[in-house]
């Protein structure tokens, strides 16, 4: 007897199911995907107990005929695909064709649509994947799907549903990701009789934004906008002053489609590099348009998963878009004034292009950053005043907005990392002993690949062998620092990533850690002429507002807030 056999059809067709209907908020996804694709300007979801009893989604689009009711209830039986050609080049959402006999086959459901109002509508009751009922009924244009008893014939999917809350909150989810996609069209949640999201339709996009992240957050939003051959990217990034521990407040659309892209989600973070403490995530919207036969939908059966044709192109351009959006403010708007005893260092009297500040102005002696007079007379409207050096770590600065600190390490080092960054070559140190670093062969072939990148920041670094390299030269502020840690991490870093352009991600992360190194340290005191050195070249910064790890170097208490703490407000 054969060992290999032929699944029987309801086997089949559950397994079918099981790739497309996770839960009950896999069924709101493509019931809602295919109102949308219906042409649907209002779209109502209600549920009970978490989709575990009831999921309802009614809409106001195009409606079916009796016949394609029928259809649309056969597994591979859709109005979105004719030929194989259109695989590659698919317009909708979805295909009700498939959507909905998955949903039927592991439900009790019911189908009510019309396509005509001036005739009667079609209403079909099926069970379990069976067709138990063909009826006439009286309803308006659109389309109604009632799915009850979710997973009811499939008992080992059901015992793994979480908790009704937890459900509820999937689905909230997945409603509130198509409204932030689709502005334009009205969404209703409604659970157990009690309304959860609700949302009118919006000409201006940014106010659904608004809606679904915050209001707090209005002020806050950077337009994204940006325009390449075929490619048309715009949306919004949330200024980094606010980000979140998980990416779930990333919003991501390829035509309309929802997508947790991994090449866009890394080209968006590259579009905020520097700007975010690691581990940290942004809030961003993005919508991107591309014809549709340059990207492929069909990478996953939900269609959360993209695959474009020029990978590389589509996430350097969203990088891009991403990095001029946040580039479009400069958040430090101050510099320093002066009197007649100082004059503040001005960058061109650095006799070196990334040089740290000299220890000859930094003071260590007890009691130096408490001896410290006000530096400068605020005169103007720009300018800042140093008030002093609090715990060795922080210039205190007294600006016409309010009071100013500045975290004298992260500040340092943004200097630093934009200097190295724009030098043509910076000046290398010769090594009296070279020293031989070993690697696997993964690594060793990454590091391969960076030999040039460093020797243009001034670590030269030639293969000895197999998995073997020896470093010959270091930038001057690496002298005496041990080279092993640098350079791994650097590799493994590099190693993380799947995307070429990962190259000039892993040369930054090399000059953020120089820069580290180099920078003055918290705990070190420094003198009026250090201070002044740091504040005037950080306004020079291009982005000033962060370290190159993403950790800000400034924060600032305005006079209301101030006011309002001590109570002296009126």
């Not at 592991?106 to 189908?111: F, K």
């Not at 209001?215 to 490619?231: C, G, I, P, Q």
């Not at 920078?519 to 950080?538: N, P, T, Y």
């Amino acid at each position: 007897m054969p060992r290999i056999r032929i699944l029987p059809e309801a086997v089949s067709n559950k397994i079918a199911a099981g790739e497309v209907v996770e839960r009950p908020a896999s069924v709101v996804k493509e019931l809602v995907e295919n109102a949308l694709d219906a042409g649907s300007t209002s779209v109502l979801v209600e549920v009970e107990k978490g989709g575990r009893s009831l999921i309802r989604v009614s809409d106001n689009g195009c409606g079916m005929g009796r016949d394609d009711a029928l259809l649309a209830l056969e597994r591979y039986a859709t109005s979105k695909i004719q030929t194989d050609k259109d695989l590659f080049a698919i317009k909708t959402l979805g295909f009700r064709g498939e959507a909905l006999p998955s949903i039927a086959v592991v439900s009790r459901l019911t189908l009510v649509t019309n396509d005509d109002p001036d005739r009667p509508g079609t209403k079909i009751r099926v069970d379990g994947g069976k067709i138990l009922q063909v009826s006439q009924t009286g309803a308006p244009k659109g389309t109604l799907v009632a799915v009850e008893d979710l997973f009811f014939n499939t008992p080992a999917r059901r015992k793994f549903l979480k908790g009704i809350s937890t459900e509820m909150g999937h689905i909230a989810d997945v409603v509130d990701r198509i409204a932030l996609g689709w502005p334009q069209v009205a969404f209703e949640l409604i659970s157990n009789g009690r309304t959860i999201r609700q949302f009118s339709p919006e000409p201006l996009a940014l106010r659904r934004a608004v809606e679904v992240l915050g209001s707090d957050l209005t002020n806050s939003f950077k337009e994204v906008r940006h325009t390449s051959e075929d490619l048309v990217i715009n949306g919004w990034v949330v200024l980094p002053e606010e980000t979140r521990t998980t990416s779930r407040s990333i919003f991501i659309y390829v035509n309309g489609r929802f997508v947790r892209d991994r090449i866009l989600q890394h080209a968006l973070l590259e579009g905020f590099r520097g700007r975010l403490v690691r581990g940290t995530f942004p809030l961003a919207i993005l919508k991107i348009q591309i014809p549709e036969d340059q990207v492929d939908v069909n990478v996953h059966p939900t269609k959360n998963e993209v695959r474009f044709v020029r990978r590389q192109w589509i996430h350097d351009q969203v990088t891009d878009a991403v990095a001029k959006a946040l580039e479009a403010t400069k958040p430090f708007p101050f510099r320093p004034g002066t009197n007649s005893g100082t004059r503040p260092l001005e960058i061109q009297d650095q006799p070196a292009l990334y040089e740290p500040i000299p220890m000859s102005i930094l003071q260590k002696a007890p009691g130096a950053a408490n001896a410290q007079a006000p530096l400068w007379e605020a005169s103007g409207t720009d300018l800042l005043r140093v008030i002093g050096q609090f715990r060795e770590s922080y210039v205190v600065c007294e600006s016409k907005e309010g009071l100013m600190l500045i975290d004298q390490h992260a500040a340092h080092e943004r200097i630093l990392f934009e200097q190295i960054q724009n030098a043509d070559r910076p000046s290398a140190q010769q090594l009296l002993f070279p020293e031989t670093l070993e690697f696997g062969f993964r690594e060793s072939r990454i590091l391969e690949k960076l030999l040039s990148s460093l020797n243009a920041l001034g670590v030269e670094i030639e293969s000895f062998g197999e998995n073997a390299f020896v470093v010959k030269s270091v930038p001057g502020v690496l002298s005496g620092r041990p080279l092993m840690p640098l350079i791994r991490e650097m590799v493994e870093k590099t190693a993380d990533t799947d995307v070429a352009g990962s190259l000039e991600e892993a040369r930054d992360h090399c000059l953020a850690v120089i820069a580290c190194h180099a920078a003055v340290r918290a705990g070190q005191a420094l003198s009026k002429e250090a201070m002044e050195g740091i504040i005037v070249k950080l306004h020079a910064c291009r982005n000033p507002a962060h370290c190159p790890h993403g950790r800000p170097t400034f924060i600032q208490w305005t006079d209301a807030f101030l006011e309002k703490a001590f109570f002296r407000t009126v």
